[in-house]
Nanobody, 121 residues
Framework: QVQLVESGGGLVHPGGSLRLSCVAS????????MGWFRQAPGKRRDLVAT???????NYADSVQGRFTISRDNAKNTVYLEMNSLKPEDTAVYYC???????????????WGQGTQVTVSS
């Protein structure tokens, strides 16, 4: 069974930094795109950043230049380095991964349980 487990959320002042991590565990054939989404209260879940297996990245305009996504394929882990944080970055951040559990099954999306990031003075 595949699980995505996030860590690294918390409370930070405006202008501060946080680093989120997400580890994929279980038995699988391959992990393809990984990424981070976020959802603020009363709003939809939006894309923050994604990264392919060969490290091609994509960012939401609102975080471009402040956030950096990276991954360690050997550790099945994706990271999100968040700098110059703003109050509007406050949300639950969800890890997302496209994973193929076996060679005869199509890849599917998996989600972590979410980690709270609060930016406040």
């Amino acid at each position: 069974q595949v699980q995505l487990v996030e860590s690294g959320g918390g409370l930070v002042h405006p202008g501060g930094s946080l680093r989120l991590s997400c580890v994929a565990s279980g038995s699988f054939f391959g992990i393809y795109r990984m990424g981070w989404f976020r959802q603020a209260p009363g709003k939809r879940r939006d894309l923050v950043a994604t990264i392919t297996r060969d490290a091609s990245t994509n960012y939401a305009d609102s975080v471009q230049g402040r956030f950096t996504i990276s991954r360690d394929n050997a550790k099945n882990t994706v990271y999100l380095e968040m700098n110059s944080l703003k109050p509007e970055d406050t949300a639950v951040y969800y890890c997302n991964a496209v994973i193929q559990v076996s060679s005869v099954v199509a890849a599917s999306q998996y989600w972590g349980q979410g980690t709270q990031v609060t930016v406040s003075s």
